[in-house]
């Protein structure tokens, strides 16, 4: 399945030529202060599946240094997708365009949620992150 997706402004915008799968949000303290919400959504993606439409310059990767991290719109900050060793891991869902059919798997990291955050039923929720990893990394 084909579907764009890009930055706050506008810059960076991306195609993915492929599904998602995954999908979790993540409520550890670190997501909360990078994304300044009480979590992170975000889904994995098949290597390569992403294209870079516009703005692929513009990208900055944080932290600099190191095998992980996430690359931001460098001109509105806007999270857009996740790298392990220079490779695209999975996008965040809130930069999407079109995200029907996507449904949240799991609540990953909720021993450590904000204490104003009221957890959504009917979905797994995990105090750290699922020994069963298969639940976030299969499609």
């Not at 670190?30 to 692929?56: D, H, M």
Request: a negative charge.
């Amino acid at each position: 399945m084909k579907r764009r997706g890009g930055c706050f402004c506008g810059v960076v915008q991306y195609e993915l030529n492929g599904d998602v799968y995954g999908a979790r949000s993540c409520h550890c303290s670190r997501c909360r202060k990078a994304f300044s919400a009480q979590a992170n959504s975000y889904a994995v993606i098949t290597p390569g599946s992403l294209k870079w439409l516009s703005g692929e310059d513009n990208l900055k990767k944080y932290p600099e240094e190191g095998h992980e991290g996430r690359l931001f719109c460098s001109t509105c900050g806007s999270s857009l997708c996740g790298v392990v060793d220079g490779e695209i891991h999975g996008i965040t869902l809130g930069c999407l365009d079109d995200d029907h059919d996507i449904e949240i798997k799991a609540h990953i990291f909720v021993g450590s949620k904000a204490s104003w955050e009221v957890m959504p039923e009917n979905v797994p929720q995990f105090d750290k992150f699922p020994d069963d990893i298969e639940i976030l990394t299969k499609p």
